[in-house]
């Protein structure tokens, strides 16, 4: 059983930047892939990026592919979305997530957070 407790949302400007953060409870972080996902009002929940266990293979989405930066620190098992020249677009909910797989579809992710709301103003 994983945990799954994202922070960093908030409203900035377009152009702006900001990190987001998800923190995991248990021993076994590391034997999860971690992706980030995200949902705006009226659509379906969308893959933004993904990290393999170690670290060491990271994809993005084309949409953000040059933007937006995705690390973990399996020490503490942490992993971050580090997301540069905001735009509008980029509003929406965003969601970590855990999969024992290296996916980019959300229906092998096992477990998720909350959710934390990034808004991009114009």
């Known amino acids: 059983q994983v945990q799954l407790v994202e922070s960093g949302g908030g409203l900035v400007q377009a152009g702006g930047s900001l990190r987001l953060s998800c923190a995991a409870s248990?021993?076994?972080?590391?034997?999860?892939?971690m992706g980030w996902f995200r949902q705006a009002p009226d659509k379906e929940r969308e893959f933004v990026s993904v990290?393999?266990?170690?670290?060491?293979?990271?994809y993005y989405a084309n949409s953000v592919k040059g933007r937006f930066t995705i690390s973990r620190d399996n020490a503490k098992n942490t992993v971050s979305l580090q997301m540069n020249s905001l735009k509008p677009e980029d509003t929406a909910v965003y969601y970590c997530a855990a999969s024992s797989r290296y996916s980019i579809n959300a229906y092998e992710y096992d477990y998720w957070g909350q959710g934390t709301q990034v808004t991009v103003s114009s």
């Open positions: 248990g021993r076994t972080f590391s034997s999860y892939t």
């Open positions: 990290i393999s266990r170690s670290g060491g293979i990271t």
